[in-house]
């Protein structure tokens, strides 16, 4: 990565893939295989079929103290690695949701105006 480049974050998921994750957690642990699917299936974030992007966000996350993870040794089955919301992640998931309010209410009051122009 150059100096000055985006984190990987924003080059894989865009912006906002950080906010659905943590929205995801706030409803209890889950694995990447499960977050991947919510991604896709509740939120319509196609770029999640990337595993390793997805892998590599979480790992930023947990890096920055969102997120914590745990290895789930099943009976049955391969291992897998749980991730659940820090307390940290649950303050950043509000800044994310009193951002994406002042975002929803740009993006009403420019379809208002194109509304009134595009007549």
């Known amino acids: 990565m150059s100096i000055g480049a985006p984190p990987s974050e924003a080059v894989q998921f865009g912006r906002g893939a950080r906010s659905f994750i943590l929205l995801i957690l706030s409803q209890g642990r889950s ?29 930023d996350m947990e890096a920055a103290g969102f997120i914590a993870s745990t290895w789930d040794i099943a009976e049955t089955g391969p291992a897998r690695r749980y991730y659940e919301l820090t307390d940290a992640g649950r303050e950043e998931l509000k800044l994310s949701a009193d951002r994406l ?3 929803a209410k740009r993006i009403d009051r420019f379809l208002e105006v194109y509304e009134a122009v595009a007549k």
Do not use: K, N, T
Request: glycine content about 6%; cysteine-free.
């Open 31 to 59: 694995y990447g295989y499960q977050i991947r699917q919510r991604l896709q299936d509740d939120f319509y974030y196609q770029r999640a079929a990337d595993p390793g992007a997805l892998y590599r966000l979480l790992r």
């Open 101 to 103: 309010r002042r975002q």
